[in-house]
């Protein structure tokens, strides 16, 4: 089964930037699945951030997409979330996770164990 | 965005009662639903996709109903260890959405 170790900073200047990076055991990056950053404020529900896809292919929500990258290092087996001009409304845990395509319906069924990433100065 | 609503956002029950949480689509999503358990301070879990199919290694008192719009997450005994957050997720379209969450407590 695949496994997903997270790591980064857990504090984040306001007007900085967040990176976070989550490295794949277990199997491969370059498979059909798409790779997920989601993520989860104090006391409320889950958010998704976007996906990509081993070939660098990526979406976002729409709500992020101005201040969001989300990219794939193959050699590496992982990737990555970077998130720019971050305020204190962008404190939560933030999770990744993969995407399995297999059967033709798309669910996440591998998660990180999460990062409490705050941003305060 | 495909707005997911959950009912109820919570709901207190015993041992060994029968549970049962409904997820709302906004647009008719087919099967393309999965349930989520996230305990207190750890990750989703994945319970259920395509609205019914159960995960594997996850418990049989699980099960899950619906298609089109309307969508049911049902506990047929409730464990102790079943004290958590249930989100419902459509995979759909994208962005992916989840609904607001239900916590379950025990009595």
């Known amino acids: 089964q695949v496994q997903l170790q997270q790591s980064g900073p857990g504090l984040v200047q306001p007007s900085g930037t967040l990176s976070l990076t989550c490295a794949v055991s277990g199997g491969s990056i370059s498979t059909i699945n798409w790779w997920i950053w989601v993520r989860q404020p104090p006391g409320k529900g889950l958010e998704w951030i976007g996906e990509v896809y081993y070939s660098g292919s990526a979406n976002y929500n729409p709500s992020l997409e101005s201040r969001v990258t989300i990219s794939v290092d193959k050699a590496k087996n992982l990737f990555s979330l970077r998130l720019n001009s971050v305020t204190a409304a962008d404190t939560a845990v933030y999770y990744c996770?993969?995407?399995?395509?297999?059967?033709?319906?798309?669910?996440?069924?591998?998660w990180g164990q999460g990062t409490q990433v705050t941003v305060s100065s | 965005d495909i707005q997911m609503t959950q009912s109820p956002s919570s709901l207190s029950a015993s041992v060994g009662d029968r549970v049962t949480i409904t997820c709302r689509a906004g647009q008719t999503i087919d099967t393309y639903l999965n349930w989520y358990q996230q305990k207190p301070g750890r990750a989703p879990r994945l319970l259920i996709y395509a609205a019914s199919t159960l995960q594997s290694g996850v418990p049989s008192r699980f099960s899950g109903s619906g298609s089109g719009t309307d969508f049911t997450l049902t506990i047929s005994s409730l464990q102790l260890e079943d004290l958590a957050t249930y989100y419902c997720?459509?995979?759909?379209?994208?962005?992916?959405?989840f609904g607001q969450g239900t916590k379950v407590e025990i009595k």
């Open positions: 997720q459509q995979s759909h379209a994208t962005p992916r959405t």
């Open positions: 996770a993969r995407e399995s395509l297999s059967t033709g319906f798309p669910r996440y069924d591998s």
